[in-house]
């Protein structure tokens, strides 16, 4: 029988064991708990829990993460604070990200 208790422990000692948790146990906190333990693991994240907190987690445990975040959010991550641009891998930059970058660093209005 799972229990959130089981699915806790899973995800704590390998983030991965996401894949195979029911959407009904996976809470806001086992997600974060998950995406800490391995970046891709966020590729399992339900919607209702994807958040710029998860998709940073993500990013600080495995740059690579950044494949399986969809594009609106790499772009929230930037407007949120372009900073977090240095966890963006080079082979997923685009040219936009430089401009918002450049953007808010000016203080120029984003449009």
């Known amino acids: 029988m799972?229990?959130?208790e089981i699915c806790m422990t899973a995800?704590?000692?390998f983030?991965?064991?996401?894949?195979c948790i029911p959407d009904t146990f996976k809470s806001y906190k086992l997600c974060c708990i998950a995406v800490s333990n391995a970046g891709y693991?966020?590729?399992?994240v339900p919607e209702c829990h994807y958040t710029m907190e998860i998709c940073k987690l993500a990013l600080i445990?495995?740059?690579d993460a950044?494949?399986?975040i969809p594009y609106e959010k790499q772009i929230d991550l930037i407007l949120s604070d372009w900073t977090n641009i240095r966890f963006?891998?080079?082979k997923y930059m685009r040219i936009e990200f430089f401009i918002i970058c450049v953007k808010k660093i000016l203080h120029l209005p984003i449009i």
């Not at 983030?15 to 894949?19: K, M, S």
């Open 2 to 4: 799972i229990t959130p």
């Open 11 to 13: 995800v704590s000692q």
């Open 15 to 19: 983030g991965g064991a996401l894949r």
């Open 41 to 44: 693991a966020i590729q399992y």
């Open 61 to 63: 445990q495995n740059n």
């Open 66 to 68: 950044m494949r399986f």
């Open 88 to 90: 963006f891998q080079h």
